[in-house]
C-alpha cells in the first residue's frame, strides 16, 4: 500500500539521530570565558571516556566545514551556523540544547548555563551520572547517537544549595547545578552565589563591644534598660539605621560582585521593647514590622549606590509572621525558615504546620523575592534514621509554588556518615533543577546506579521508615534524640532483615558491600541507643532479638566504622569523639550499688558518666580519672556555674514502666556551709519537674561517693536526670558525678 504523500513528507522530515562518531569537533568562541573553556573539555572528555570518540575544542576559526559540530557557547561559529537559537531570552543559569542541521549548540546564560548545559547533555545522552564528588558512572558505548535536541530550559530556582559535606566540593557542586553560598565552585566552573555575612548579621556588622558603650540606645531595651547581652538591635533607632547602611555599602564597596548582603536579627530572640519598636509589633503583629522597617530603610540606601545588588534578611522564629502593613523593598530578599515544622509530613498540608503554610502564603503575596530555608536533617543526632523522605519534592514544589526563586536546603553538613547523606543531597540537586521530575523514579535511578542489587531490598527499608513515622503520628522536628517513639521492634527488626538481605545482596561487589554497611550505621545505632529497653520487650513476648547480638562489642566496631568512614560529627557543632566513647560506655557496668545488691542484670541499669550527655564539654563539663568511681572515671563540674551540665536520658531505655532513679555523686568543699549542688529528674516533652533534690555542703560525705535518691516514677520517652552545680565556688570546689542508675520498682 502506498504511504499517503502528506504522511511520507512529514515522515522524511523528521530530524534524524546523528552518530556521535560523525562528530569532527567541539567549537568555543575566540577567547572563550574561562568556564566555557571548562564546559568545552568536560565534553571532550566525558565523550572519549564513554563512546571512544576523539573530538578536538577550537576556537572558531578553526572550525571544520562538513562534519556535525559541538558549538559550546556563545561563538561567532555559533551565531553563523545556528542563528535562530536565542541565548539573550533566558534567564540566570538557562541552558539551551538544540540541534541546527547536522550540529549541537549546548550553551547558556552566564556564568554556569554553558556548563549546565553540557551537563545535562552528558547525564541525559551518554548517561553519565555524578553520585558524589569522587564516585561516577561513564557507561561504555560505541553506538551513540545524538537525538533532535530542542530544550530551553531556565531553572524556577535562581539560588540551589544542597548543604551537605560531600555536595559543597567545587566541581561536584557544579556538577549538580547547585550554585549556594557554600559551594567552593571557582571561576572556571561558572562560581557561584555568595551572601555577605550569610546570615545573623546584627552584631556582626555592629558589634557591641564597639558601639554600645557609646550608643546604648542602638541595641534593645528590656525593662527600660538597654542592653546589648542576648540582645538584637534597635530596629526604631535612627542612628542604629545610619551606622547599619554605612557598613553595608563598605561591605558592598568592597566586594560589589557578591550580589547580596544580609542585614539579618541576631540567632536568639531578646528583641527591643522600647515603646516605639513595641508600637511597631502591636501595630504590625510580628516583631518582622520592626525588623522589616530597619531593613527596607537600609536597602533603600543600598538601591541608590548599588541597584542592581540585594538586600536579604530572615522571617525566623519571632519574626517568620509577615508584618500586617510593612511590605519589603523591591531589592529586598525575605528568607522564610521553616525550624519550627513537622518535617514528616509535607508542608502545604501536614496538620502542625498549618501556620506556616498561611506564614509562606502571607509572604507570597508580598514579598518581591522570596527565599526559604528549609531543615531536611536531624540536628541533635545526624548519626539515627531520620525518616522525612516522603515530604522533600513536595516541600520544594510548594516552595517554588508560592514563588520561591531561592532555596537552601539545610541537610548535616558536618557528618560523612549520615542517614543516607549521598542520596539525599543527589535527590535534591537534581529537584531543586526541575522540581517536575519524579522524586520516586530519581531515588530508584541513584539507588540502582549506586548500590546496585541491593536497591530494591534498601528501596523496601527507606519506605518502611516512612511508614513507621507516619504511623507514630509524632512532632518531627529538626532536633530528635533517638527514634524510640517512631522507630518500635517490629520495625527495626524488619529493617535489619531488609539490610540482611541488601548485603547478600552485593555480598561478592566489595566496594558496594561497604556503601551498603555504610548506610546500615544509623540503623544499628537506633538498636544500639534503645539496646535495654529492646531487649526486654523482645523477652517479654518470646520473640527473637534482631539487635546486635553483644552491645558492647557492637559499639565498638559501629564507633570505629563511623570514624573509619570519616564521621566527623554527630550532631551540629559537636565532634563525634566523645559521642563514640560514650556509646561504648554505654554499655559498661560497674559493680553493683548497694540498691541493686543480688537483682538480676533485667531489674537494675547503671549508666556510668561517659552514657550521660556531657554539656560544655571541657567548659562547663570534664571527664577525669577518679580511682574513687565505681568505673574509676567521673563527669567534673567546676562550681563556678549552675548548668545542667550532666544529664542522662534514663527514657531513652525505661520508657513504659515505673523505676527507682538513683545518682552517685561526691562533692569537694572549699566550706563547711553553703549550697553544693542540684539534683534532679525532668519531663523533656512534658516540660516539667519529676524529683528535684538540693545538696548542701554539710549533706556532702566526707569521703567518696553518695547516693542521692530521685524516687520511683513512670519513666517515659524523654525524661532524663540531670545535675548541676550552685555556681557557688566561695563554697565548692567541684562537682562529681560518677554514675545514674535506675533499679526497677517494686509493683
Not at 540606645?217 to 542604629?240: F, I, M, N, P, V
Not at 514579598?367 to 548519626?383: D, E, K, S
Request: proline fraction near 7%.
Amino acid at each position: 500500500m502506498t504511504m499517503p504523500l502528506l504522511l511520507l513528507t512529514c515522515a522524511l522530515a523528521q530530524p534524524q539521530r546523528i552518530p556521535l562518531a560523525d562528530f569532527a569537533a567541539v567549537v568555543i568562541a575566540d577567547r572563550a570565558p574561562v568556564a566555557e573553556q571548562t564546559a568545552a573539555k568536560e565534553l571532550a572528555d566525558y565523550v572519549q571516556r564513554s563512546a571512544g570518540v576523539t573530538l578536538p575544542v577550537l576556537e572558531a576559526a578553526q572550525a571544520p566545514t562538513g562534519k556535525p559540530l559541538f558549538l559550546v557557547g556563545d561563538s561567532a561559529a555559533r551565531r553563523k551556523l545556528a542563528p535562530d537559537v536565542k541565548l539573550d531570552t533566558l534567564g540566570p543559569d538557562g541552558i539551551v540544547l538544540a540541534t541546527v542541521g547536522r550540529n549541537v549548540v549546548l550553551a547558556g546564560s552566564p556564568p554556569r548555563g554553558t556548563l549546565y548545559a553540557v551537563y545535562t547533555f552528558l547525564e541525559d545522552t551518554l548517561g553519565v551520572r555524578w553520585w558524589t564528588s569522587s564516585e561516577e558512572t561513564v557507561p561504555k558505548r560505541t553506538d551513540v547517537t545524538v537525538p533532535p535536541l530542542s530544550v530551553h530550559y531556565t531553572p524556577k530556582l535562581r539560588y540551589r544549595e544542597a548543604f551537605y559535606r560531600d555536595a559543597l566540593e567545587g566541581t561536584f557542586a557544579a556538577r549538580s547545578k547547585c550554585n549556594g553560598h557554600f559551594a567552593g565552585t571557582p571561576a572556571e566552573r561558572g562560581g557561584h552565589m555568595s551572601i555577605i555575612g550569610w546570615c545573623h548579621t546584627f552584631y556582626q556588622f555592629m558589634p557591641p563591644e564597639r558601639y554600645f558603650a557609646e550608643h546604648p540606645d542602638w541595641y534593645s531595651e528590656h525593662d527600660g534598660k538597654r542592653t546589648a547581652d542576648g540582645g538584637q538591635l534597635c530596629c526604631s533607632s535612627a542612628g542604629a539605621r545610619e551606622e547599619m547602611k554605612k557598613q553595608v555599602l563598605a561591605r558592598l564597596r568592597e566586594n560589589p560582585t557578591a550580589g547580596i548582603i544580609s542585614v539579618s536579627q541576631n540567632d536568639w530572640g531578646g528583641w527591643c521593647d522600647c515603646p516605639a519598636c513595641h508600637a511597631l509589633v502591636e501595630r504590625e503583629g510580628s516583631q518582622a514590622g520592626p525588623l522589616l522597617e530597619f531593613v527596607n530603610d537600609v536597602a533603600d540606601a543600598v538601591a541608590k549606590e548599588f541597584p542592581d545588588a540585594l538586600v536579604e534578611t530572615l522571617a525566623y522564629q519571632a519574626s517568620r509572621k509577615p508584618p500586617r502593613t510593612v511590605k519589603p523593598r523591591p531589592n529586598v530578599v525575605v528568607r522564610l525558615c521553616s525550624i519550627e515544622c513537622d518535617f514528616s509530613t509535607p508542608l502545604a498540608t501536614g496538620p502542625r504546620n498549618k501556620s506556616f503554610a498561611a506564614d509562606i502564603a502571607g509572604w507570597k503575596a508580598m514579598a518581591p523575592r522570596l527565599f526559604i530555608w528549609n531543615y531536611v536533617t536531624n540536628f541533635a543526632n545526624y548519626l539515627i534514621p531520620h525518616a522525612n523522605l516522603t515530604a522533600l519534592a513536595p516541600d520544594l514544589r510548594f516552595f517554588v509554588d508560592s514563588g520561591t526563586v531561592g532555596l537552601f536546603e539545610q541537610g548535616d553538613t558536618g557528618s560523612g556518615t549520615g542517614d543516607f547523606v549521598r542520596l539525599r543531597a543527589w535527590l535534591l540537586a537534581h529537584l531543586m533543577w526541575d522540581p517536575s521530575r519524579d522524586e520516586r523514579a530519581l531515588t530508584t535511578q541513584f539507588l540502582t546506579g549506586y548500590y546496585g542489587a541491593a536497591a530494591a531490598p534498601l528501596q523496601a527499608y527507606l519506605d518502611l521508615r516512612e511508614a513507621a513515622a507516619a504511623k507514630a503520628n509524632v512532632h518531627f522536628g529538626c532536633y530528635r534524640g533517638n527514634t524510640a517513639d517512631w522507630l518500635k521492634l517490629a520495625d527495626l527488626t524488619e529493617c535489619s532483615r531488609l539490610f540482611d538481605a541488601a548485603e547478600k545482596a552485593v555480598a561478592d561487589q566489595p566496594a558496594l558491600l561497604a556503601r551498603v554497611r555504610r548506610e546500615r550505621l544509623p540503623l544499628t545505632l537506633s538498636w544500639l541507643l534503645s539496646d535495654r529497653a529492646l531487649r526486654a520487650e523482645a523477652k517479654a513476648k518470646g520473640i527473637p532479638y534482631a539487635g546486635p547480638a553483644d552491645g558492647a562489642n557492637a559499639s565498638a566496631e559501629w564507633r570505629d566504622a563511623s570514624v573509619a568512614n570519616n564521621v566527623g560529627q554527630y550532631a551540629e557543632g559537636r565532634p563525634f569523639e566523645g559521642f563514640g566513647q560514650a556509646l561504648v560506655d554505654r554499655f559498661r557496668r560497674g559493680a553493683p550499688p548497694k540498691e541493686a545488691a543480688g537483682l538480676a542484670n533485667d531489674d537494675w541499669v547503671d549508666w556510668q558518666d561517659g552514657a550521660c550527655v556531657l554539656h560544655g564539654l571541657g567548659n562547663w563539663v570534664t571527664r577525669v580519672d577518679d580511682p574513687a568511681a565505681s568505673d574509676r572515671k567521673a563527669a567534673r563540674m567546676p562550681a563556678s556555674h549552675n548548668q545542667w551540665a550532666v544529664q542522662c536520658p534514663v527514657g531513652d531505655e525505661l520508657s513504659g514502666e515505673r523505676w527507682h532513679i538513683y545518682v552517685s555523686l561526691r562533692g569537694i568543699a572549699k566550706a563547711k556551709t553553703g549550697t553544693a549542688c542540684t539534683v534532679g529528674l525532668y519531663d523533656g516533652p512534658g516540660g516539667k519537674d519529676l524529683a528535684q533534690v538540693t545538696l548542701k555542703v554539710e549533706d556532702l560525705v566526707a569521703n567518696g561517693y553518695q547516693t542521692v535518691d530521685l524516687g520511683a516514677h513512670p519513666i517515659t520517652s524523654g525524661v532524663y536526670a540531670w545535675v548541676a552545680p550552685a555556681n557557688n565556688p566561695d563554697a565548692m570546689e567541684a562537682v562529681l558525678v560518677d554514675r545514674v542508675f535506675a533499679v526497677r520498682a517494686k509493683p
